[in-house]
């Protein structure tokens, strides 16, 4: 059974870069048909698409972002990232790492890690 | 961005009750609808993709339908684990965009 774990610092500081990994278990990173994709939600919020990785080099952002996030694929470690640049406090959020899958034309997160909260904080 | 707006934002209901959620996108988006629930401190978990498929260990209580800007879930007699907030979410173009939530309480 395929799992996801998002591992990190908890705190930044304003300006810093935010630097989140997940680790996938139970399955190769490597297999076709998935997008590597990080979800965000602002406390007592809803949710907020930050963007994905697909077959290592094609990449989407959220264009809200103004560029600030970066997705990335390590196969050799059976992990994928997320950095995001210049944070400040509005970067405040539990950030999950996703799997999401396609199936025909069909896309959807059907596969989530347990979310990892991080706050920009001096 | 495509634009989803989710009514009612609040509900209160009984254990047994058929409870209905929509969902509205700001543009036509075909079938291209999720639904997930969420539970306090838990990730979001899939229920229904492409409006109407329901998600393999998903019970029957959880349909949905709609095709073009609106689009419900509805619960056919809810269980006590049903309450939570449910999210709508659109994957026909990026960036993927969600509804705010429509949280489900106990009345």
């Known amino acids: 059974q395929v799992q996801l774990q998002e591992s990190g610092p908890g705190l930044v500081k304003p300006s810093q870069t935010l630097s989140l990994t997940c680790t996938v278990s139970?399955?190769?990173?490597?297999?076709?048909?998935?997008?590597w994709s990080w979800i965000r939600q602002h406390p007592g919020k809803g949710l907020e698409w930050i963007g994905y990785?697909?077959?290592?080099?094609?990449?989407d952002y959220n264009p809200s972002l103004k560029s600030r996030a970066t997705i990335s694929v390590d196969t050799s470690k059976n992990q994928f990232s997320l950095k995001m640049t210049s944070v400040t406090a509005a970067d405040t959020a539990v950030y999950f790492c996703?799997?999401?899958?396609?199936?025909?034309?069909?896309?959807?997160?059907?596969?989530w890690g347990r979310g990892t909260l991080v706050i920009v904080s001096s | 961005d495509i634009q989803m707006t989710q009514s009612p934002s609040s509900l209160s209901a009984s254990v047994g009750d058929r409870v209905t959620i929509t969902c509205r996108a700001s543009?036509?988006?075909?079938?291209?609808l999720n639904w997930y629930q969420q539970k306090p401190g838990k990730a979001p978990n899939l229920l229904i993709y492409?409006?109407?498929r329901l998600q393999g260990g998903v019970p029957s209580r959880f349909s949905g339908s709609g095709s073009g800007t609106d689009f419900t879930l509805t619960l056919s007699s809810l269980q006590p684990e049903d309450f939570a907030t449910y999210y709508c979410?659109?994957?026909?173009?990026?960036?993927?965009?969600f509804g705010q939530g429509t949280k489900l309480e106990i009345k």
């Open positions: 979410q659109q994957s026909y173009s990026t960036p993927y965009t």
């Open positions: 492409d409006a109407s």
């Open positions: 996703a799997r999401e899958d396609t199936m025909m034309s069909w896309r959807y997160f059907a596969l």
């Open positions: 990785n697909y077959e290592i080099g094609r990449t």
């Open positions: 543009q036509s988006i075909s079938t291209y």
């Open positions: 139970g399955g190769s990173i490597s297999s076709g048909g998935y997008y």
